[in-house]
């Protein structure tokens, strides 16, 4: 088995935002049993398996029309981190999954990975083929800052493959496999590239370590080894 590599490039925040907390209500039970917030076309629902361990933030979606339960889809769908006490949004995420408790996105998934202390928390958003959003949110009070973990990733996994192999791949975190944020900042994920209706992948095993100085998130890819 190859050592794990370490790789000295360091990024600092490429996507750093604090976004104003906009008061909402307080989320409250509905008849799926699902966590819902506000009224109206002003409604979002939590994203179930993505509370934080304190159980007070977690993931949660909207829409131009509110919380639509029917058949279309609904239309302009945004992904949220908010805090459940008050339905106040810290941050925007970047993917567009919805579930109403009897409908879904069809090939669209969210995922959190939370820290321990629930003041970190990784958004994992797929889509068909590809992570759409791949990030490291800080929660500081009424606000959140981001730090685009993809940005960071694909890049060094890109430039691990031949030269020929670089052009014409989708990058995707594995949610199949573990994905873990621990109180130092350590996230352990695998993630892959690969030609979409291609049956070849290129699997790796990667540890990053984030670390937040002065408000502001900074993260280093310490290791990365493939895997079959």
């Not at 797929?126 to 800052?145: H, L, M, P, Q």
């Not at 996230?187 to 590239?193: C, E, G, H, K, S």
């Not at 070849?200 to 408000?215: A, H, M, P, W």
């Amino acid at each position: 088995m190859r050592r794990a590599l370490a790789f000295p490039l360091v990024l600092t925040a490429l996507f750093a935002q604090q976004v104003p907390a906009a008061l909402a209500q307080a989320c409250v039970a509905d008849q799926h049993g699902g966590l819902v917030c506000g009224q109206g076309k002003a409604a979002m629902r939590v994203v179930a398996d993505t509370i934080s361990p304190s159980k007070n933030y977690a993931f949660a979606w909207r829409s131009e029309q509110g919380l639509s339960v029917g058949d279309p889809p609904p239309p302009g769908v945004e992904n949220l981190l908010i805090r459940i006490s008050d339905g106040a949004v810290l941050a925007k995420l970047g993917g567009e999954y919805w579930a109403t408790g009897e409908m879904r996105a069809n090939r669209y998934e969210l995922v959190a990975a939370w820290s321990p202390d629930s003041r970190s928390v990784i958004e994992v958003a797929n889509s068909r083929s590809k992570s759409d959003s791949f990030a490291y949110y800080r929660i500081e009070g009424a606000t959140a800052v981001k730090f685009d973990l993809r940005a960071l990733v694909e890049p060094v996994m890109t430039a691990r493959l031949p030269p020929r192999n670089r052009q014409g791949n989708s990058f995707s975190v594995r949610t199949d496999l573990p994905l873990t944020l621990d109180e130092r900042g350590r996230v352990r994920f695998t993630a892959m590239l690969y030609v979409p209706k291609s049956e070849t992948t290129n699997d790796y095993k990667v540890q990053v370590n984030v670390r937040t100085t002065g408000g502001k998130p900074s993260a280093q890819v310490v290791s990365m080894r493939r895997v079959k």
